[in-house]
């Protein structure tokens, strides 16, 4: 990248979400960008064989952007590659596109997420890197949720106050938080101290730890999502018919 166009972008770093047509020669963008959060932008002539948008526009990819306009959608008046071209496959393309999806349905636009933007970042370099997907997948949900004020309650019980035990069995209530597990409940997610501890201090997950985070986040993120289905999860679903099976696991990520 020239010196001119990282000056002249003034270092307004972006990865593309999704781009659909908007006529027979543009493309409508959504970006996740450093400094202004997830916009919309039209990229004019971007379908057309010749346009130097063509190669460039991909999810996955930093890039370098500018864009211009005053309404809701920002016309793109420049886009470059930054860095080597980041290639996904497979489970791991299809947990980038859950995560894309995860931003376009939760942030609102035109909002900052500088914070956040550092570990979809670090969570797409990590699935490039076919590291532990699930681990990338519950850190990057556990983030979000922070960043748009539904943060997880993982360090004390809420009925109590006392701090979470690793030993102890809780049931996590999504608006509430985690309360030590009794039989007068049936409602929220079980979950064992040592999942909540591990997700806190990110650090490792054993199987089990992995299934319980799973559905404790299943669970948090259904309810802030008021009904919105995940298109990502669909597709997952199609493709891995018998997801569900022991075998499947133990082959496929799962989110």
């Given at each position: 990248m020239t010196t001119t166009f990282l000056k002249r972008f003034q270092n307004q770093f972006a990865f593309v979400l999704r781009h659909r047509p908007y006529s027979e020669t543009s493309l409508l963008?959504?970006?996740?960008?450093?400094?202004?959060?997830?916009?919309?932008?039209?990229?004019k002539g971007a379908r057309r064989l010749k346009s130097s948008?063509?190669?460039?526009?991909?999810?996955?990819q930093s890039l370098a952007v500018l864009f211009s306009g005053k309404g809701d959608v920002k016309t793109l008046t420049g886009a470059e590659s930054v860095g080597s071209r980041i290639l996904l496959s497979r489970?791991?393309?299809?947990?980038?596109?859950?995560?894309?999806?995860l931003i376009i349905k939760m942030l609102y636009r035109y909002d900052p997420y500088e914070t956040l933007y550092s570990v979809y970042e670090r969570a797409i370099d990590e699935l490039s890197s076919k590291l532990d997907a699930?681990?990338?997948?519950?850190?990057?949900e556990k983030h979000l949720l922070e960043q748009v004020g539904y943060g997880l309650h993982l360090q004390r019980d809420t009925s109590t106050g006392l701090p979470i035990d690793?030993?102890?069995?809780?049931r996590y209530l999504?608006?509430?938080?985690?309360?030590?597990?009794?039989?007068?409940?049936?409602?929220?997610?079980?979950?064992?101290?040592?999942?909540?501890?591990?997700?806190?201090?990110?650090?490792?997950?054993?199987?089990?730890?992995?299934?319980?985070?799973?559905?404790?986040?299943?669970?948090?993120?259904?309810?802030?999502?008021?009904?919105?289905?995940?298109n990502?999860?669909?597709?997952?679903?199609?493709?891995?018919?018998?997801k569900d099976s022991a075998d499947t696991q133990a082959k496929h990520v799962e989110f």
């Open positions: 963008v959504d970006l996740f960008t450093e400094k202004s959060g997830r916009i919309t932008a039209i990229a948008y063509r190669g460039v526009l991909l999810p996955f489970d791991h393309l299809m947990c980038g596109f859950y995560l894309n999806e699930e681990f990338t997948l519950r850190r990057f690793e030993h102890v069995l809780y999504p608006e509430v938080g985690p309360i030590a597990n009794t039989s007068s409940r049936s409602d929220g997610v079980l979950i064992h101290g040592d999942a909540l501890i591990a997700l806190d201090q990110e650090g490792m997950f054993t199987e089990r730890v992995k299934r319980e985070l799973k559905q404790l986040n299943r669970t948090v993120l259904a309810t802030h999502l008021q009904g919105k289905p995940l990502s999860r669909r597709m997952y679903a199609q493709l891995y018919p018998g």
